[in-house]
């Protein structure tokens, strides 16, 4: 349940650490109750096949609102959860809302994968995994439809117990996405081995396309050499068409970012969906 014990030292001895500790307490306590109202929800942001604009995908993206009105960026508080034992219980939320998702989608016309994100603790976690297994085994979802996004680092963290995990996702015909590729334990040895279907270039190397050939090569060689290891190769973060092109010429076959399309909600997606291109 929401009500455990949080650990509330996430931050050290520093002048006006009192003020920070309890603003942090206050957006914790908020976070929590947030969740409980159900004031959570997930926008999705579509993957579009760079060559014929085809819809790939999405990828659900929770978000908050507070009570104040005032959105708070995931960035801010997925760690806050994390540090405090509260991202199982956001997490499974989310998980729910992308079942629901999917069905919505489905219901729609539309059958589209919909990805989401996990951290090292939901993997860890019974309540979060069996409800993966269960709404599979109980039909409640398409596993074909289904795709979990975790990073390299959370995957290395543990690699026996994660590895055994992730491939039996692989094993329904979830596919497995290696999130914010590039950023993590990325070596040749690795590559090889990783226990997903899909590398997702990291936004900091495509965000440097145009400004820096260190990272056109890297996005070359992660697209050419993903690909001839049998992973599918997702790019983070296309915001210009100059980076669309670089990406379309070293063979990546899909973006995600802001040059197609920004987190939707999901009436907006089947709207946006009905109209497309
Ligand atoms: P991520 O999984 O790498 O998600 C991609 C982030 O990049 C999202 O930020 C998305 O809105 C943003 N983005 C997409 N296209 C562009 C673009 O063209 N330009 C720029 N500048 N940004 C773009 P968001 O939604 O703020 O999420 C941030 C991170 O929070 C995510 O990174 C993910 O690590 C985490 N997160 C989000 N939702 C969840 C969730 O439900 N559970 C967990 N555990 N983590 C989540
Ligand atoms: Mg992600
Ligand atoms: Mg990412
Ligand atoms: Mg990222």
Redesign the pocket.
Known sequence: SVGESYNLNLIGYTPGYREKITARHLQLLELQQALENNELF??L?PKVELVSKKVAGF?????WRNSNGDYI???VF?PL??ASGL?CS??LH?LRLTFAAVKQLTDAGFELPVS????VS?LNNRDYTQEIFQAVKEHRVNPLLLDI?V?ESQVMSDYRGFDALLRRFMALGMSVSI??FGTGYSSLSHITKLPATTL?I??SF??GIEESEDDRHAVDMVAKIGQRFGYHIVA????TEAQCEWLRQVGCPVG????FA??MTVDDVIAWLRTYP
């Open positions: 997930i926008m942001q990828e659900a993206l929770v978000r960026p995931p960035d997925i959860a994390e991202i956001l997490d989310v989401f994100n996990a951290s939901d996004e990073t999130d914010d997702k990291d936004r495509v965000s983070e973060g296309v915001e995600q970012g802001y040059l920004r987190p």
